[in-house]
């Protein structure tokens, strides 16, 4: 029997894997059981850690709040990664209005939790710890517990209500979700993100009828319009070019253009008349359209293109092609001059077979390189979230400096590396396969370090009257203002479900639920709005924790 106290009972490092190991695959082998066409995927290891946790098994803590950590950090620099490069124009786009519906959430959750220390005689020292708990914040109740000892006040209830509550905050916002998803989402909605992803540029066709654009060169109709846009192909007396910037209009000219959707109806009155044929279909042959022009994805593989702006190549005046769009991390965006291009992108060349060619050596186009992924970047970037995440902010008014923490400053140095690191000439180029499997990694840690640690004791303080109370008041804590404000961002602010569910997670720091809406949501829009919200809700959390404290208690 010595092998087998080896391998589970005896706390040693091969004992903590053979353990963690156990949970994370039970967990995810039974997450893809689906009850009432619901099933909760990685969130279930975290469920299956408390049912190992109650029965007894049990790590070395060093190796468990380690791997817990890690776990932590590992999947919220990945998330930031992948959404870092899309994430500040999404921000200029609807990001306001996602932090004004996450700080919504926040206070609405804070006054029932007043609300409920009143109603139902909870002391404000436990209440904060089952907030703490219902939103899935540690660093809130960190700071609680530190001002709860500068106040001389006992602070072991504050971690025990938070350690009770915990698990139904991971599944209240879970709950919350399908709820709003069953009752006012149709299915065709969630099927249409996917499409919606792969679309972010629209193509369309226009005959030039307006008398303004005659003898105007695509330049100057560029500044007359005010709009972005790209002409792939351009058809004049039976002959089709690639016309460039300064070529001038004449009337009844064919233009192919490559836009955006909000675009459409300002480019049609600039050019006179748009043409009722759909290009934006999958199937269509681009090199069968004309016999002249050809139309290929190249993939830039050299290093040295890595940062550089897109008009800085004047691949198009040197080689006589077009490039229409980018693809990056599953979005299309409009090859604009002033786009900085980064290891990875897809661009779609328009223009002759030779010239194409040319074009592909002087890009690289081998997609065998970027299938390692880079590592080193990812441990740079932890390295520098994690220093980030202990510089101590200090706030008037406030007794305890906030700090970003663990989750907060890996995820906003992600953001950052993802975002601007390629005009350092950083490679933080993955594949997506890749990131998405050290984000499972990191997750799938996670939950089950926090299930087996919150297992020892769960069942035995819920059967306690205090326990169940707690459990109560920390799930209406978490349902109710989700729910509300769920509905209030679909049907008021008019966000779409993966937005709104990625606005809630984020407002209630809780990276397990974002890991079930990224399972029933075919688009990473939950991810970028989950990192739009975090910073600003977990700061408030932080602070409202203090504050609760320092009034009420």
Request: aromatic share 8%; proline share 4%.
């Amino acid at each position: 029997m010595e092998w087998f106290n080896s391998l589970f009972v005896e706390h040693t490092p091969l004992q903590a894997i053979v353990i963690l190991s156990i949970i994370i695959a039970g967990g995810l082998y039974l997450g893809k059981i689906k009850v009432y066409g619901v099933s909760l995927g990685v969130t279930f290891v975290f469920f299956m850690g408390i049912l190992m946790g109650h029965f007894g098994l049990s790590i070395d803590r060093q190796m468990l709040v380690y791997a817990e950590d890690f776990g932590l950090v590992l999947f919220v620099y990945e998330l930031g990664l992948q959404v870092g490069p899309g994430f500040f124009s999404s921000f200029k786009k609807g990001g306001l209005r996602l932090n004004m519906l996450s700080i919504s959430l926040v206070f609405l959750g804070t006054a029932l939790a007043i609300a409920l220390s009143y109603l139902i005689h909870i002391p404000m020292s436990e209440m904060v710890g089952i907030l703490c708990g219902a939103t899935t914040n540690t660093p809130a109740l960190g700071a609680a517990q530190q001002t709860l000892a500068q106040m001389n006040m006992d602070s072991v209830n504050a971690a025990l209500s938070c350690a009770v509550s915990y698990p139904l905050g991971v599944i209240g916002v879970i709950l919350a979700m399908i709820v709003i998803r069953k009752l006012f989402v149709r299915p065709v909605d969630i099927a249409s993100m996917d499409q919606e992803e792969q679309n972010e540029t629209f193509i369309a066709t226009f005959r030039v009828h307006n008398p303004a654009v005659f003898d105007k060169s695509i330049k100057e109709v560029a500044q007359i319009s005010g709009r972005h846009f790209v002409i792939s192909r351009l058809w004049r007396n039976g002959k089709v070019t690639i016309p460039h910037s300064d070529m001038k209009l004449e009337c009844d000219d064919r233009l192919l253009v490559v836009t955006t959707p909000e675009d459409i109806s300002n480019l049609t009155l600039t050019f006179g008349m748009e043409e009722t044929e759909n290009w934006n279909k999958k199937d269509i042959d681009w090199n069968a359209i004309d016999s002249q022009l050809i139309s290929k994805h190249i993939v830039i593989s050299k290093p040295e293109i890595n940062g550089k702006k897109l008009g800085t190549l004047k691949l198009r005046n040197n080689y006589d092609i077009n490039i229409t769009r980018v693809m990056r991390s599953g979005i299309q965006l409009l090859a604009t001059p002033g786009l900085i291009l980064q290891l990875g992108d897809r661009l779609t060349v328009v223009g002759e077979r030779q010239a194409v060619e040319n074009v592909e050596k002087v890009l690289g186009n081998k997609v065998r390189p970027l299938k390692d992924p880079n590592l080193a970047i990812v441990f740079i970037g932890i390295i520098l979230g994690l220093i980030i995440g202990t510089i101590p902010v200090a706030i008037p008014g406030i007794s305890q400096p906030v700090k970003l923490g663990l989750a907060g400053g890996p995820i906003v140095v992600g953001i950052l590396i993802g975002r601007f690191g390629p005009r350092f000439h950083l490679i933080t180029y993955t594949t997506r396969s890749a990131n998405l499997m050290l984000r499972g990694l990191g997750i799938a840690l996670y939950l089950a370090c926090l299930g087996l640690d919150s297992g020892a004791h769960f069942f035995e303080t819920v059967i306690r009257p205090e326990g169940a109370i707690w459990i109560g008041a920390g799930f209406l804590i978490t349902v109710l203002p989700v729910v509300i404000m769920g509905i209030v961002s679909l049907r008021i602010s008019r966000i779409d479900f993966g937005n709104t569910c990625g606005m809630l997670c984020g407002s209630m720091a809780n990276p397990m639920a974002l890991g079930y809406a990224h399972d029933i949501i075919p688009s990473d829009s939950p991810a970028v709005s989950y990192a739009t919200v975090y910073p600003l809700s977990m700061f408030a959390r932080v602070i409202i924790a203090q504050l609760l404290v320092m009034i009420f208690a």
